[in-house]
């Protein structure tokens, strides 16, 4: 804003000129040493000369009269970089706590799916997200500190035992079928939360579906073995190809690599099988 050629910059740059010299400090500069100042300048429509001066050190100045339209702020600053944002907490009160809280997997999975990277469902089990639990508890304990960079490239800091794959943490083919499906609804939220978009939340419900339903399925153990290894080599595949902006739609199953998958499941258990009944095999196969 401008009145009669004068910036609010200039107006603000001559106040704190002339609250300098009213500190004790230089007197403010005027027409008489060489200095144009804009409140000596014209100090009937800026200022009443010497309004701005404290009758004592410690009294804050009182201004009587500025331009039209311009108001002396607590801190001169905010007149150009606008008013200073409040910190203060603040949440809604009409709305209390849900009936159900959100358990919250480790940081280590969190930040993996900030960056799209696979993550092992074992972080989504109960036996995860109670090692997420105790991982908080003992996190304050911890002196050493990790910096992180997301991909926006904004880094942070984190305790460093909080940034590592937890020791007791399993692949996916490991975990029972059971504990896999639980991890259905925490690893949806989870990479919701983390901005993955409705068109690979919904591909990763339909696929988590897609296999609970299989045939499969409902061929005991050997069946659901070959579903959890198949969920996690496509899983891995997947993000290889993201990385190279090739990924894929997850939801469709390929019965022809399932079967592959299957066989191989086979040829291991009757590799087991012989090694069991002739020891001498399990030490040639070692050698091959």
Partial sequence: MAQ???????????????????????????????????????????????????????????????????????????????????????????????????????????????????????????????????TVCQSDESKMLAITQASEGNLTMHAANSLTTLKNAKLDHQLTYGEYMFTKNHFLVAIENARWGNKVIDASNWFFH???????????????????????????DWHGKLALKQAYNIEMISEDLLDKISQELDKRDIRVGIDQVNPHAKLLHRVC
């Fill in 4 to 134: 009669g050629g004068i910036t609010r910059e200039e107006v603000i740059k001559a106040l704190n000129q002339r609250w300098a010299g009213g500190q004790g400090g230089a007197p403010p500069v005027g027409k008489d040493n060489g200095v144009w100042d804009p409140i000596m300048a014209d100090p009937q429509r800026l200022l009443h000369q010497g309004s701005c001066a404290p009758a004592h050190r410690n009294q804050t100045p009182q201004w009587d009269t500025l331009p039209p339209g311009l108001a002396v702020p607590a801190n001169p600053a905010e007149a150009v970089n606008g008013p200073v944002e409040d910190t203060a907490i603040t949440f809604d009160a009409d709305t209390q706590v849900a009936s159900t809280l959100q358990s919250r997997p480790v940081d280590y999975a969190l930040k993996r799916l900030e960056t799209f990277k696979f993550v092992p469902m074992w972080y989504f089990t109960r036996e995860g997200l109670c090692e997420a639990a105790r």
């Fill in 210 to 236: 897609n296999l609970d339903n299989h045939p499969w399925h409902k061929e005991g153990p050997q069946g659901e073995h070959a579903l959890l290894l198949y969920a996690l080599q496509v899983c891995q």
